[in-house]
T-cell receptor, first 116, second 112 residues
């Protein structure tokens, strides 16, 4: 089946630094990838939709200069948290759509970001 | 504005009994619904889905029921097993878009 690999699974960084999270579709091409953020005991909140070869579409309230998304190829999308602050600490999850059907949404294993 | 709601943050059932997880939605444009299972520090995994043209979909121990008039869906797991213990998210999508809207999740604990 469709597999999405997300790295790193866990990262601790200092306040003010930037962190890059990678999301790769291993056995399929993903023209669209999604980035979610999950707060403790909360739902998955869609941050942005990443389209290969074009600019990402950000959800309302998500700072595009803070959360840089690059989808340069059909198998790789990256999320860079720039100038990270403790409030950016969260669980970030990417998702890719393997096909036209809704069950084709495959999620990565997530990245736990802790900013100290 | 929470368009998909799971009002029960947690549910505890005995092994072998039925687990019923509920989900309500407010957006009448939603026409496809999915359930995901999530373990700590992992991404969600797809469990089962249902289209709005159906009112029931069954896959092994898992059955999803959809009541469009009440804007309510439920996931039944029977018999429940300890390995089913996880957080269950319901999600919904509009046919015109590709984004999923998730509920807050319900932590299911199945006790041996």
């Amino acid at each position: 089946g469709a597999v999405v690999s997300q790295h790193p699974s866990r990262v601790i960084c200092k306040s003010g630094t930037s962190v890059k999270i990678e999301c790769r579709s291993l056995d399929f091409q993903a023209t669209t990838m999604f980035w979610y953020r999950q707060f403790p005991k909360k739902s998955l909140m869609l941050m942005a939709t990443s389209n290969e070869g074009s600019k990402a579409t950000y959800e309302q309230g998500v700072e595009k200069d803070k959360f840089l998304i690059n989808h340069a190829s059909l198998t790789l999308s990256t999320l860079t948290v720039t100038s990270a602050h403790p409030e950016d600490s969260s669980f970030y999850i990417c998702s890719a759509r393997a096909g036209a059907f809704y069950y084709g949404y495959t999620f990565g294993s997530g990245t736990r970001l802790t900013v100290v | 504005d929470q368009q998909v709601k799971q009002n029960s943050p947690s549910l505890s059932v005995q092994e072998g009994r039925i687990s019923i997880l509920n989900c309500d939605y407010t957006n009448s444009m939603f026409d496809y619904f999915l359930w995901y299972k999530k373990y700590p520090a992992e991404g969600p995994t797809f469990l089962i889905s249902i289209s709005s043209i159906k009112d029931k979909n069954e896959d092994g121990r898992f059955t999803v029921f959809l009541n469009k008039s009440a804007k309510h869906l439920s996931l039944h797991i029977v018999p429940s097993q300890p390995g089913d213990s996880a957080v269950y998210f319901c999600a919904a999508s509009e046919s015109s878009g590709s984004r999923l809207t998730f509920g807050e999740g319900t932590q299911l604990t199945v006790n041996p």
